[in-house]
């Protein structure tokens, strides 16, 4: 088992996914100081294509379920004790977008756009409901996947380039959240920083955890691929 880290020391571990989600957050916070709320999406209203509307359409999916059963099946060979808290993972991001969707009750893009008579303006992507209640904030689907792929990273015993795809993963499953229509970008933006903070709190959680079996894993090269 790996000894306890410091914050410090993640933060520095993991340098390649940190650094561009701290561009994110600050490239982000610039947008949504200077930008009204629906700006991103008219842009990408406005600047549609076949490959985009097909890529994001299934893209996004990679922040539900079937993205935690993918991650699950890595840890398996990185150690158990990271499969073991992924549950956790889980419980957290649903019950933490639950809780501040009921807290804020925003109205979904169509929802809002419907009422101001603006929503002819947009140019939808076809096959995708749009979802029009008053849960639009945080991106439950951008929370998601910022945890789950920072956790990811966190875990995985070699870090680079992997830290790096793995950020442009989560984000890029946010951005298809405004391209579809389904959230503005404050949405994902607050996702975003709620789901890597989840995934810090249950990375140190992990720690905690000292059942000798949690050590193991199905790692199939020793002494290459050590958690």
């Known amino acids: 088992m790996r000894r306890a880290l410091s ?6 571990e993991n340098k390649w996914f940190f ?3 701290g561009l994110f957050l600050l490239l982000g916070a610039l947008f949504l100081a200077f930008s009204h709320t629906g700006d991103a999406i008219f842009f990408f209203s406005n600047h549609r294509s076949h490959w985009a509307d097909l890529f994001f359409r299934y893209f996004t999916r990679m922040g539900e379920a079937a993205a935690y059963f993918l991650t699950l099946g890595i840890l398996l060979f990185v150690s158990f004790r990271y499969v073991a808290t992924l549950p ?3 419980l957290s991001v649903g019950l933490t977008s639950f809780l501040f969707k009921e807290l804020f009750k925003h109205d979904r893009p169509y929802l809002l756009f419907r009422k101001m008579g603006i929503f002819d303006q947009i140019n939808p992507v076809d096959g995708v ?6 849960n639009s904030f945080p991106s439950g689907h ?6 789950l792929y920072a956790f990811l990273a966190f875990c995985l015993p070699r870090k680079g380039g992997a830290g790096l795809a793995l950020f442009v993963m989560a984000l890029l499953v946010g951005i298809s959240r405004v391209y579809l229509v389904q ?4 949405d994902v933006y607050l ?8 995934a810090l709190a249950i990375y140190f959680l ?4 000292k059942a000798p079996w949690m050590n193991k894993s199905l790692n199939l090269w020793p002494g290459r691929l050590k958690p």
């Open 88 to 90: 956790l993972l889980g």
């Open 142 to 147: 951008t929370m998601s996947a910022f945890a």
């Open 19 to 21: 650094f561009p989600f």
């Open 129 to 134: 409901v749009l979802n029009g209640g008053t």
């Open 183 to 186: 959230h503005f970008f404050k």
């Open 206 to 209: 992990q720690f905690r955890m």
């Open 191 to 198: 996702g975003a920083v709620l789901g890597v903070g989840i």
């Open 7 to 12: 914050l410090k020391e993640v933060f520095i």
